[in-house]
């Protein structure tokens, strides 16, 4: 996410510094070099502009840091380096620049918030964070500089003061819905699962048409163990969203793990019709398949499943496991030397000898 950091167009003239020279011919040859310097400077600053809506970055890199070898006081040169440093993704060198500019213009929040989004790229998320406390110090109420900080923190996992900062967010901001779901994302990871749902709850109040709210709420509900009052909720995201593929798989395993197979599978067959490539839906389809010994429907749901996701083991496994179960042992064998393969690969050991146990019993019945 980058905000438009700063005006390159609006770049003050140069203020040169002309000494006082006995001569009234040293003066005058003084004042002709330095608006010599000051039209070449300006002609610098304005193809740099025109290279950067070129998206010729090198070039326009080039001219500004020839624009810094004639003025080493301006920080709105310094800034227009670090911004076309961002631009070509190089965000070390970007902080660099805009740390120069922060030297030469110490109150300016704006390049305290570059100089944040900077570090945060770079990995350098805790420095950052400094960053972006600064531009919030210099400029409170600008809701990009706290949401700026919200993000590093997350990146940093300090989870605590990224929950004080998303709270700063909605008071700046009641209506700001991704702050509620970040806060309230935290919140349950967090395992405060009251705390979010209260949250939740009155954001959905303000959002009743929200499906994104109403499956977090959802999900609050689950792992606070109220299964009966996250159906209702799923229920009514379903009438909000009746696309949102995330709703019927988050019900069809609420369904699995109260053993209604049928109605579980059902929801699995939905979310497949929403969004084909879905591998959970599809593994969760095979396991009830499974489940009811329909063999031929689970070979064919975890033969899907080895296409969508042919790096997860458990495909290969349990479609092993199918195949075995309608006597197609050299198929069986085959998917299950897949799965040992990719298990070995994962360095899941345990799962890698259940597996070998099943290859070497079907390889007895061959």
Known sequence: MLFKLL???????????????????????????????????NNLLLKGKQYVEEQ??????????????????????????????TLRKDYNAAAAAYQQAIALAPDNPKLYYALGYSLGNA?????AAKAYEKAIELEPDNIQNHLGLGVVLLRAKKFEPAIDTYYRILALAPDNVQAHKIITGILVEQQRYTEAIKLLKSAIEK??????????????????????????ILELAKENDPQNHLIYLQTADILYQKKNLDGAL?????????????????????????AKQDYFQAILAFRRLTE???????GYHNLGIALK????????????????????????????????VLIEEVNNQL
């Open 7 to 41: 005006n390159l167009a609006s770049v003050n003239l140069i203020a040169l510094v002309i000494f006082l020279i006995p001569t009234l011919a040293k003066t005058e040859s003084s004042l002709a070099i330095a608006q010599t310097n000051q039209l070449e400077l």
């Open 56 to 85: 010729n970055f090198d070039k326009a890199l080039e001219n500004y840091e020839y624009a810094a070898t004639l003025d080493q006081n301006n920080p709105q040169i310094f800034s227009g380096i670090g911004y076309v440093q």
């Open 123 to 127: 990995g350098k998320n805790l420095l």
């Open 207 to 232: 959002y009743p048409h929200l499906a994104e709210l109403q499956l977090q709420l959802a999900n609050a509900l689950l792992y606070q163990g109220n299964e009966a009052e996250a159906i209702q």
């Open 266 to 290: 059902a929801e699995y067959q939905q979310a497949t019709r929403l969004r084909s490539d879905s591998a959970v839906a599809v593994e969760g389809m095979g396991k009830i398949h499974l």
């Open 308 to 314: 969508i996701s042919p790096n997860n083991p458990a």
């Open 325 to 356: 179960a309608r006597n197609r042992n050299q198929e069986a064998v085959t998917a299950f030397n897949q799965a040992l393969k990719l298990y070995k690969r994962a360095g899941n050991t345990q799962k890698a000898n259940k597996v070998a």
